[in-house]
């Protein structure tokens, strides 16, 4: 069966230090991939997606960006955090039913 | 751009109601649109997927309707229990990939 996983929990960063998020889907091929962000009191927002390897669409502009150097690894990164990128931030992964499966996310608190 | 509202906002019911929760979306071209529902602190857990061709879906307690033309989806939950507390989120689907694009959810607490 198929699992993703997502780490770390949580996580407490400085204004102005990196950030690097790690997400991994076992049991399937070639999935889609996502990574969508919770803020406070507002919906999830999708940040980037995945269809392959090396191949990242971006949603919005913004402090982050992502990359998936591994058919199953999806990593969203940041050179230098600001206040604003806190959130709780999902990474989930499609089937070929269109289906989307989330990890149990990382809350992300910049201080 | 989809935007999607959902009501009401938190509902709170006592156990065994049944209850319908509401979704709406302004670009009715969609594939799909999904239910899931969202414990405090926790990822999401897919409910239920109506295909753009399909009027509703039913799982278990669960029953998910979609009108395309108008914009509305409900979720309609038979028998409530106090573990089905927790946000439920509607999540239409507009691209391709899956970009699901999510409500604020619904906030509900089925008390004893």
């Known amino acids: 069966s198929q699992t993703i996983h997502q780490w770390p929990a949580t996580l407490v960063q400085p204004v102005g230090s990196p950030l690097s998020l790690e997400c991994t889907v076992e049991?399937?091929?070639?999935?889609?991939l996502y990574w969508y962000r919770q803020a406070a009191g507002r919906g999830l927002q999708l940040l980037f997606y995945s269809v392959g390897i090396g191949q990242i669409s971006s949603e919005v502009p913004q402090n982050l960006s992502a990359s998936r150097p591994q058919d199953r690894q999806f990593i969203l990164s940041s050179k230098k955090l600001l206040l604003s990128d806190s959130g709780f931030y999902l990474c989930a992964w499609g089937d070929n039913n269109e289906k989307l499966f989330f990890g149990s996310g990382t809350q992300l608190s910049v201080l | 751009k989809q935007e999607v509202t959902q009501i009401p906002a938190a509902l709170s019911v006592p156990e065994g109601e049944n209850l319908v929760l509401n979704c709406s979306f302004t670009?009715?071209?969609?594939?799909?649109l999904q239910w899931f529902r969202q414990d405090p602190g926790k990822g999401l857990t897919s409910l239920l997927l109506?295909?753009?061709?399909?009027r509703e879906q039913t799982s278990g307690r669960l029953n998910a309707s979609l009108d395309k033309s108008s914009g509305r989806s409900t979720l309609y939950i038979a028998a409530s229990q106090p573990g089905d507390s927790a946000t439920y989120l509607c999540a239409p689907d507009t691209g391709t990939a899956s970009k699901l694009t999510f409500g604020t959810g619904t906030r509900l607490q089925v008390t004893l």
């Open positions: 670009d009715s071209a969609i594939y799909n």
């Open positions: 109506i295909q753009s061709s399909q």
């Open positions: 049991g399937t091929s070639n999935p889609n």
